[in-house]
């Protein structure tokens, strides 16, 4: 039995989240993420996704984080609303259908969507941006109130941020972005970020 277990959406928060949660204080020591494989799966079949994350780690408490922007332009929802509904629900029918089963169920689980996608956390720290290598820190003159609104399209905007040579889908690359992201500071300028913040920490029990 862990304390905290994350469902992610895909490869880049799966890749991201193990540092980010190290810096984010009051949160478990160790946190198992399961990759449910786009957003499509994750809404077709969070039953799965619950059931293999359960079975193996038994956590009291489930995050399961989502991009509102690929359920919409994939057509599955109208808004981030109804995302989180729909998700919502299926853990409610979930937890239902188990109650006289042999599952250590957890004690909650919690729907947390970044709006507009995961990459909007990352603009978040546009400190750690400018001293990240792989960006071109002379381009980086923006200050953010709330980038979930200011930044309509995140993924297309840290490409433009990026220095010429730099592929942002090399693994190694996106590594070296995430490691130095200061949740403390994302967390300032995104409020669905915060509201991931405050949902992960004082998890810990021991």
């Not at 786009?38 to 799965?48: R, S």
């Not at 923006?142 to 840290?158: A, T």
Request: hydrophobic share 35%; aromatic share 8%.
């Amino acid at each position: 039995m862990v304390d905290l277990g994350l469902i992610v959406e895909g490869h880049c928060e799966y890749d991201s989240f193990p540092s980010i949660l190290s810096k984010i204080p009051n949160t478990p020591y160790y946190v198992p993420i399961v990759n449910a494989g786009g957003i499509g799966n994750i809404m077709k079949n969070t039953h799965e996704e619950l059931l293999s994350i359960i079975k193996l780690y038994a956590p009291k408490k489930i995050v399961i984080s989502l991009d509102y922007r690929d359920a919409l332009r994939e057509g599955l929802v109208n808004n981030c609303v109804e995302l989180k509904e729909i998700v919502t629900q299926n853990c409610n029918d979930f937890i239902k259908s188990q109650q006289n089963g042999s599952l250590i169920l957890p004690e909650s689980i919690v729907v947390v969507i970044a709006d507009r996608t995961f990459e909007s956390w990352i603009c978040a720290d546009i400190i750690s941006l400018r001293n990240n290598e792989n960006f071109n820190s002379v381009l980086l003159v923006e200050e953010f109130e709330n980038v979930d609104i200011e930044i309509p399209n995140p993924s297309q905007w840290l490409h433009s941020k990026l220095k010429s040579d730099i592929d942002i889908k090399n693994r190694r690359n996106r590594v070296k972005i995430y490691k130095n992201i200061d949740p403390n500071i994302s967390r300032t300028k995104s409020k669905s970020f915060d509201k991931f913040y405050r949902e992960v920490t004082n998890t810990r029990t021991e």
